[in-house]
């Protein structure tokens, strides 16, 4: 079974940094990807950004460019998004989620079957 647990929200001012870490297990070796989505009080879930796990490609979405970084730690199965430069607009519910399809990379939230259980992130102004 696949599982996925997020970790590493908190509470920062404007402009601070915090890195997330999504730990997954009963994942294939390669082939597939793992995205970071987010959710705002009274908006709809959006995808952040996403990355190949065989082949380390990457996709970002434009509000969140130039600020984080998505990484794998391919020993521990760990993926993470370091977010700087943070503003209050990123305040939201992170979650990580797992495409098994093998497709090009995507954050249409359709694409992902497997989701964590998401770790508050607030920025303070």
């Known amino acids: 079974e696949v599982q996925l647990v997020e970790s590493g929200g908190g509470l920062v001012q404007a402009g601070g940094s915090l890195r997330l870490s999504c730990a997954a297990s009963?994942?294939?070796?390669?082939?597939?990807?793992i995205g970071w989505f987010r959710q705002a009080p009274g908006k709809e879930r959006e995808g952040v950004s996403s990355?190949?796990?065989?082949?380390?490609?990457?996709v970002y979405a434009d509000a969140v460019k130039g600020r984080f970084t998505i990484s794998r730690d391919g020993a521990k199965n760990t993926v993470y998004l370091q977010m700087n430069s943070l503003k209050p607009e990123d305040t939201a519910v992170y979650y990580c989620?797992?495409?098994?399809?093998?497709?090009?990379?995507?954050?249409?939230?359709?694409?992902?079957?497997?989701w964590g259980q998401g770790t508050q992130v607030t920025v303070s102004s």
């Open positions: 009963g994942l294939p070796y390669d082939g597939y990807a």
């Open positions: 989620a797992a495409d098994t399809t093998y497709g090009p990379l995507t954050l249409a939230i359709g694409a992902y079957e497997n």
């Open positions: 990355i190949s796990v065989g082949f380390s490609n990457t």
